[in-house]
Nanobody, 114 residues
Framework: QVQLVESGGGLVQPGGSLTLSCEASDVISNIGIMGWYRQAPGKERELVAL???????DYPSFLKGRFIASTNNAQNTIFLRMNNLKTEDTAVYYC????????WGQGTQVTVAA
């Protein structure tokens, strides 16, 4: 069973940027689809980025290009670069492998506040 460990969360001011990392215990190319999700207090978990084998990415339209996912195969790590952060981006961010019924990381808190 692959294991995922997120890092990089923290407190950032509105308009700022933050990069999250997710290190996998297996070679990225062996895992399949990976993704980033988030869950804000009182809300359902939602998808913010998909990373397909080979590096293609996909995002929900509501993000309007503010988030960028990337992969470093040598480090077995995927990243989520978040730009122009808004208070409504405050949430626990989770790394995922193989979809909602797959494997989840422990989550990392991102708080956007002045």
């Amino acid at each position: 069973q692959v294991q995922l460990v997120e890092s990089g969360g923290g407190l950032v001011q509105p308009g700022g940027s933050l990069t999250l990392s997710c290190e996998a215990s297996d070679v990225i190319s062996n895992i399949g689809i990976m993704g980033w999700y988030r869950q804000a207090p009182g809300k359902e978990r939602e998808l913010v980025a998909l990373v397909y084998p080979g590096g293609r990415t996909d995002y929900p339209s509501f993000l309007k290009g503010r988030f960028i996912a990337s992969t470093n195969n040598a480090q077995n790590t995927i990243f989520l670069r978040m730009n122009n952060l808004k208070t409504e981006d405050t949430a626990v961010y989770y790394c995922n492998a193989r979809g909602p019924y797959g494997v989840w990381g422990q989550g990392t808190q991102v708080t956007v506040a002045a």
